[in-house]
């Protein structure tokens, strides 16, 4: 149906139709403003493309409920899978960007996707919002104008919070590290290199894997002849269990404390009985009590999704509670800078003064100097209890 008429065309109407009802009088909707979401819905870490989807999609339904942006447009997600491949990651991007003509972007589990989205995005000038991949370079890109924006960890950060757990919790002195050999893994062995050194202990060695990896017996033997006393465990879900698995198989009890990978697919399946063992980081629990955002977005998961009981249902917790407060974000942003053109929205992320939010209550979330609107006193350290992940108490 055309939008655009010219005065003949109008004249040659035929009678009875209603010139409004054409180019968008007060009963046509407004155009809706797309958002778009590249992240694994495929795969071994599936699970976090659901939960990056489930959060997004309770904040689009509230926003789009008390009318939308910009003057009653309503948000719609348009999503893509990028199958845990940095190229299909791009072409994803690309597709969203240039056909699908998505305000903004919103990223998945993976580094390496993400870190090959970020100059795609600085130089389109779409705002990209992370709300899983941790890497430390994601969003500290060195781009100026800087497009990127983050509701999530960030390994500088995790990396330190993972060494104090380690201190703390197993008394670890000289701790071991095992990390994909990918960007990810490199972002945090000098995070962990770094914050070793800050608190004053001496890392045992660290090895790496591939993705694909289904013996990690020789890397740990040489954690093992070396001294580590906890292993520090950066990896998705299918190479952590393979981790795990392959400490049950030697019989080493060493204590394992990992990065938040392994909660983003079926790692309790795959590990099997020592998955509980490990203690990891999330940036938000469903269990205990809950602000009033935490409530009305429980009941709002349950209402919505069939297999969500309970607070223990709501996994990849922190692909959920990072997205949802995520989008409220960039609604907000929408409304301050009131366009969607990318450097307008830029400066309306820049321009947020507050929100109250799930994970925490936000004041000036996002400045020129620091775009990731978590820190470290944002992380909560969990375990797998069965599937589900609870805090770790006591």
Do not use: C
Request: charged share 20%.
């Amino acid at each position: 149906m055309p939008t655009n008429l010219t005065r003949r065309q109008a004249i040659a109407l035929p009678a009875g139709i209603a010139l409004g009802s054409l180019i968008g009088g007060p009963a046509a909707a407004a155009e809706p403003v797309k958002i778009g979401l590249v992240a694994a819905l495929s795969g071994q870490s599936a699970k976090s493309g659901e939960g990056i989807t489930r959060g997004l999609t309770i904040a689009i339904d509230e926003i789009n409920a008390r009318g939308g942006v910009l003057g009653g447009r309503m948000l719609e997600l348009v999503r893509r899978d990028d199958e845990s491949n940095p190229a299909k990651g791009q072409t994803a991007a690309r597709e969203l960007i240039d056909k699908e003509g998505v305000v903004a972007l919103f990223g998945g589990i993976d580094s390496p996707v993400s870190q090959a989205i970020v100059p795609l995005v600085n130089q389109a000038q779409v705002p990209f919002m992370g709300v899983w991949a941790a890497a430390t370079n994601i969003t500290r890109n060195g781009a100026n104008p800087n497009f990127v924006f983050r509701v999530s960890a960030v390994d500088v950060l995790v990396d330190r919070a993972l060494i104090k757990h380690a201190m703390t919790t197993f008394s670890a002195k000289t701790p071991g590290l095992m990390l994909v050999n990918n960007g990810w893994g490199e972002s945090n062995l000098a995070g962990l290199t770094a914050a070793a050194e800050a608190a004053g202990i001496k890392l045992a060695g660290s090895e790496k894997f591939e993705d694909k990896d289904v013996d990690m017996t020789p890397q740990l033997q040489r954690l093992r002849e070396a001294g580590a006393d906890t292993v520090i465990l950066v990896g998705n879900a299918a190479p952590g269990a393979q981790v795990v698995k392959s400490l049950q198989k030697s019989a080493w009890t060493v204590p394992v404390v990992s990065h938040w990978g392994i909660s983003g697919g079926r790692f309790p399946e795959l590990a099997g009985s020592w998955a509980g063992k490990v203690h990891f980081v999330q940036t938000y629990s469903f269990f205990g009590p809950q602000n009033d955002i935490g409530k009305k977005v429980l009941a709002a998961l349950m209402a919505k999704y069939p297999d969500i009981k309970g607070p223990g249902d709501v996994t990849p917790p922190v692909g959920v509670a990072n997205a949802y407060d995520a989008m409220q974000l960039t609604a907000l942003a929408l409304a301050k800078a009131g366009s969607t053109e990318g450097p307008k929205l830029r400066e309306g992320f820049l321009g947020i003064e507050s929100y109250q939010g799930l994970i925490k209550s936000y004041t000036k979330p996002f400045t020129d100097a620091n775009h990731d609107a978590l820190n470290e006193n944002d992380y909560v350290m969990v375990r797998y209890n069965g599937d589900q992940i609870e805090p770790i108490t006591g």
